[in-house]
């Protein structure tokens, strides 16, 4: 069976969301990160997407989306589209968010558990839920600050719930997008568990070479390319882990129809019905 699962990057590569289930994108301001996250999560919410010439897939197994904007800008417009609870826009919905996300996903966990050992969300065919953390660096920082007994409280949910996320996500199909300036572990803030587990490395617009490498690590080549607005270098867990990042320019998006096809991609949203929803 052909992946339920697969983003396109570009016409001719794909990401499949449900093996590389954590995804991190960097890149400077107005590099084209968060144009990027609105057509990805229009495929993610409209799985599975078999016919390449469109972008919105038959959605019978769509992708649950989340987010957390603290910038209040474009991903946060998603609130009116998504059921309640979904979309934060200040620390202490950011928590709420968050923390019903994880719980969900161990609801999930425990279905799971009831089938045979190895089983997966992916391998029983569910559907994805997926928290987009848009600005992370200002989300973290907002969470970081603040020194009274609530806010350290907070602090440390947050930390906990990301690191739960982060590692338990893969088996239960719940994915993390990061998406962030600066994305390299020493000055972003990105825990190192978030690092480790993401499948899927993104870095949009022209930069010094000594950034892309902050992003990829030393071991990957970077090729001499330079990046426009909406163009990014990619790093995908086991094919590109020695060798290039691959080059790809996003596809369009044509700000005049994005808010109908979105509107059309986000018509299957429930948190439960699609907790133990299975394609047959
Ligand atoms: N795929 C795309 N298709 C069409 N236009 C794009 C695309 N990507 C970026 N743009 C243009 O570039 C602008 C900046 O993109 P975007 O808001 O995604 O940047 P960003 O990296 O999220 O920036 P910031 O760090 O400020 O949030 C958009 O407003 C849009 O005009
Ligand atoms: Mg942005």
Known sequence: MKSLYKVALSKSFSWDAARHINAIIGGVRGSGKSFFALGALAQLASFPRFDKSKLL????????????????????????????????????????????????????LKKIRNYPFGAT???????????????????????????????????????????????????????????????????SGISSAVQEEAGLKLHFGDAEMASYRLTFGTEVQIPNVQLDVGEAFSWIEGITSSGYVIPFAAPYIDT????????????????????????R
């Open 121 to 187: 969300a992916s391998s029983l065919h569910m559907p994805l839920y997926y928290l987009i953390i848009d600005e992370w660096s200002a989300t973290n920082a907002a969470l970081m600050s603040g020194t009274t007994k609530t806010d350290k409280d907070l602090r440390y949910r947050w930390q906990a719930l990301i690191q739960d996320i982060s590692m338990l996500g893969r088996a239960a199909g719940f994915g993390l997008i990061v998406i962030s300036q600066q994305i390299s572990v020493t000055n």
């Open 57 to 108: 897939g038959i959605g019978t197994v769509p992708t649950q989306i989340f987010a957390v904007d603290l910038k209040n800008s474009d991903i946060a417009r998603l609130s009116e589209l998504l059921p309640s609870d979904r979309v934060a826009i200040d620390k202490e919905e950011a928590i709420n968010v968050v923390t019903h996300f994880d719980g969900l996903m161990h609801q999930r």
């Open 256 to 279: 005049a129809n994005m808010w109908d096809i979105l509107i059309q991609a986000l018509a299957n949203q429930d948190d439960n019905y699609y907790l133990d929803y299975q394609l």
